[in-house]
């Protein structure tokens, strides 16, 4: 009873579940792989859904310091990394409800997006929006994907909206989507790769070799960078059980790393969040981690604008 002293709780085994795969050839191959599924006692990396309403007003306050400017975000990733999405996501957390102004696909595995693309963050006046925009473009499939020298000229402002993406050449100077004379504001301030979580692993070279040149050329024009890492729901089952345990899951961590290692981006770029596909109302948590990329890609932004005024 009272006088016996109670033993420490054992530690839990890591969880695990099986997938079995068959290979059909002169004999049956059958081959399991068996994944170990663990969480962090304690997260590696600090957030709560509490953030929300302290991040949720930095970005409603967020104002350049010159009058007129816009800081503009360049989107780009794999075809279906959901790009569109994350827009749309934004847009609901910033309103308080479901919006849908970007259009996404659920069912083409190809880019569904063709054009250069402008998106405006409405405040929740219609006719006032926030002062930073968001860029969407075709995605980088290997064969079929945008030209990487198309991204390059939008760094430097050089591609209008509603230009359409052609997979086998560039944009021309003669072409009359070509920005002759580009302002500070048609300029790329930060750049967002965004890439599917679930899918990371078996990224084609080609696709990662893309993201690799691209982060190079924003690189040498001093260009801010994020990598936000979606789906993150669908690349673990700890994670999908309970969004808290994102950043308490080991698979995770190790993506981001490997994903690090390999295109260059440093971890503490790198953000995992969910973006809304299937709800119909919004989420604490859900917000969280939105709003969390959403405050650093601003910052990033906003100091490098004020860095080239200089």
Same mark, same amino acid.
């Given at each position: 009873?009272?006088?016996?002293?109670?033993?420490?709780?054992?530690?839990?085994? %890591?969880?695990?579940?099986?997938?079995?795969?068959?290979? $059909?050839?002169?004999?049956?191959i059958s081959l399991t792989f068996v994944f170990y599924l663990a969480v962090l006692d304690e997260p590696w990396r600090k957030i709560n859904s509490g953030d929300k309403q302290h991040d949720l007003q930095y970005v409603r306050d967020y104002k350049p310091q010159t009058e007129g400017q816009q800081?503009?975000?360049?989107? $780009?990733?794999?075809a279906g990394a959901g790009k569109s999405s994350f827009i749309n996501s934004v847009q609901s957390v910033l309103l308080g409800r479901m919006y849908r102004q970007a259009l996404a696909d659920n069912i083409s595995h190809s880019c569904f997006t063709k054009k250069y693309s402008t998106f405006r /963050?409405?405040?929740?006046?219609?006719?006032?929006?926030?002062?930073?925009?968001?860029? #969407?473009?075709?995605?980088? !499939?290997?064969?079929?994907?945008?030209?990487?020298?198309? @991204?390059?000229?939008?760094?430097?402002? $050089?591609?209008?909206?509603?230009?359409?993406?052609?997979?086998?050449?560039?944009?021309?100077?003669?072409?009359?989507?070509?920005?002759? !004379? %580009?302002?500070?504001?048609?300029?790329?301030?930060?750049?967002? +790769? /965004? @890439?599917?979580? $679930?899918?990371?692993?078996?990224?084609?070279?080609?696709?990662?070799?893309?993201?690799?040149?691209?982060?190079?050329?924003?690189?040498?024009?001093?260009?801010?960078?994020? &990598?936000?890492?979606?789906?993150? #729901?669908? &690349? +673990?089952?700890?994670?999908?059980?309970?969004?808290?345990?994102?950043?308490?899951?080991?698979?995770?961590?190790?993506?981001?790393?490997?994903?690090? &290692?390999?295109?260059?981006?440093?971890?503490? +770029?790198?953000?995992?969040?969910?973006?809304?596909?299937?709800?119909?109302?919004?989420?604490? #948590?859900?917000?969280?981690?939105?709003?969390?990329?959403?405050?650093? /890609?601003?910052?990033?932004?906003?100091?490098?604008?004020?860095?080239?005024?200089?």
């Amino acid at each position: 009873m009272g006088g016996e002293k109670s033993k420490p709780k054992p530690e839990e085994p %890591p969880r695990k579940f099986e997938s079995h795969i068959l290979y $059909h050839d002169a004999n049956i191959i059958s081959l399991t792989f068996v994944f170990y599924l663990a969480v962090l006692d304690e997260p590696w990396r600090k957030i709560n859904s509490g953030d929300k309403q302290h991040d949720l007003q930095y970005v409603r306050d967020y104002k350049p310091q010159t009058e007129g400017q816009q800081l503009r975000i360049l989107l $780009h990733g794999p075809a279906g990394a959901g790009k569109s999405s994350f827009i749309n996501s934004v847009q609901s957390v910033l309103l308080g409800r479901m919006y849908r102004q970007a259009l996404a696909d659920n069912i083409s595995h190809s880019c569904f997006t063709k054009k250069y693309s402008t998106f405006r /963050i409405q405040r929740e006046n219609p006719d006032t929006f926030y002062p930073f925009i968001l860029n #969407d473009i075709m995605g980088l !499939s290997p064969q079929k994907g945008v030209q990487v020298d198309d @991204v390059k000229l939008a760094f430097t402002g $050089h591609l209008k909206e509603g230009y359409v993406f052609n997979p086998g050449s560039k944009l021309s100077e003669g072409n009359e989507f070509y920005n002759k !004379s %580009p302002t500070v504001n048609d300029k790329v301030h930060v750049l967002v +790769c /965004i @890439v599917p979580a $679930h899918t990371l692993s078996s990224m084609s070279d080609e696709t990662v070799q893309k993201i690799r040149d691209i982060r190079l050329e924003a690189s040498r024009l001093g260009i801010p960078q994020v &990598a936000i890492l979606t789906k993150v #729901d669908q &690349a +673990c089952p700890e994670i999908n059980k309970d969004l808290k345990n994102v950043y308490r899951s080991k698979y995770m961590k190790e993506r981001m790393e490997q994903f690090s &290692a390999n295109v260059g981006i440093p971890m503490n +770029c790198i953000f995992p969040v969910k973006n809304y596909h299937e709800e119909i109302k919004l989420n604490d #948590d859900t917000d969280a981690l939105i709003l969390s990329v959403l405050r650093h /890609i601003i910052n990033y932004g906003d100091d490098f604008i004020n860095w080239k005024a200089e």
